[in-house]
């Protein structure tokens, strides 16, 4: 079974840099997986989907939701099984519980917008605590 596992959170000034990282480990665990994530849940709100990476061997592509786009970069390396999250320029809104995501099975023809959808992962962190203070 996959554990994922995320570090780095803690709390920041606006304007400033978190970077969260996030391991997967288990028995036969050899990879992260082909698709990685990292969504955000505040309170009891929706957990949102902010940044994606398809990590297949034709290539990687990433997408990332609007409020996020231009300030944090996802990136994904398969062979340590591990991946972060760069966070800058982070503001009061972006304070939430930030969760890691991955998935092996899917076809690498999903689009863009889909990939930050929720039920396209079946392996989840416990989440992490990320604040930001104005």
């Known amino acids: 079974q996959v554990q994922l596992a995320e570090s780095g959170g803690g709390s920041v000034q606006a304007g400033g840099s978190l970077r969260l990282s996030c391991i997967a480990s288990g028995s036969g665990v050899t990879s992260m997986g082909r698709y990685m994530a990292w969504f955000r849940q505040v309170g009891g709100k929706e957990r949102e989907g902010i940044a994606s990476?398809?990590?297949?061997?034709?290539?990687?592509?990433?997408a990332y939701a609007d409020s996020v786009k231009g300030r944090f970069t996802i990136s994904g390396d398969n062979q340590q099984k591990m991946m972060w999250l760069q966070m800058t320029l982070l503001q009061p809104e972006d304070t939430a519980e930030y969760y890691c995501?991955?998935?092996?099975?899917?076809?690498?023809?999903?689009?863009?917008?889909?990939?930050?959808?929720?039920?396209?992962?079946?392996?989840w962190g416990q989440g992490i605590r990320v604040t930001v203070a104005s």
């Open positions: 990476i398809y990590t297949g061997g034709d290539g990687s592509s990433t």
């Open positions: 995501a991955s998935t092996y099975g899917r076809p690498n023809t999903l689009t863009p917008t889909f990939t930050l959808r929720k039920i396209v992962y079946s392996n």
